[in-house]
């Protein structure tokens, strides 16, 4: 069986406190109850860098400056296989928000919890807890 391959590019919204915008999936979605950066998946004619900017204002309604790519990985699902693109987003315009009405909320980077997130997350949610980036 071939698995579903999809390509998603996130963005790790971070203000100058360190702290770090995060949304949490819908009840009906794929990882759903799940925490998660905001994003969606890569279109055709689109670049990552280009994705994530739209999925930002479609999601939460900034306009975001420069995301600058930090890590790519991929991650199999029992159901399907993704290419996550993570970008740091640190310049926008606007206030983030829950455009879709989704719960939202900002931590402190250091109090991100690995386990609230979908498990392609981990390595991110580490680095960031520690420091690191
Ligand atoms: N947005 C986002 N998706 C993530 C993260 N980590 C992770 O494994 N994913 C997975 O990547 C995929 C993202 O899909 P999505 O539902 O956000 O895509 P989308 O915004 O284009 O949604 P749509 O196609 O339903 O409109 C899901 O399978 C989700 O479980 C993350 O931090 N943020
Ligand atoms: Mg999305």
Redo the contacts with the bound molecule.
């Keep these: 069986m071939t698995l579903k391959k999809?390509t998603?590019s996130?963005g790790i919204i971070r203000n100058s406190q360190n702290e770090i915008f995060?949304?949490q999936?819908?009840a009906s979605?794929?990882?759903a109850g799940?925490?998660?950066?905001?994003?969606?998946?890569v279109e055709a004619d689109e670049t990552p860098c280009e994705a994530v900017v739209r999925?930002l204002q479609?999601?939460t309604g900034i306009v975001a400056e420069r995301p600058v790519l930090i890590k790519s990985l991929e991650?199999i699902?029992p159901d399907?296989v993704?290419i996550?693109h993570?970008h740091l987003v640190e310049k926008w315009q606007g206030e983030p928000y829950g455009k879709e009405g989704q719960p939202m909320r900002w931590l402190p980077q250091s109090e991100l919890k690995p386990e609230d997130?979908?498990?392609?997350?981990e390595s991110?949610v580490k680095a960031l807890i520690s420091g690191e980036i």
């Design positions: 999809i998603i996130v995060i949304t999936r819908d979605s794929h990882m799940f925490w998660e950066f905001p994003g969606g998946k999925e479609e999601e991650h699902f399907r993704i996550l993570f997130f979908p498990p392609a997350n991110i």
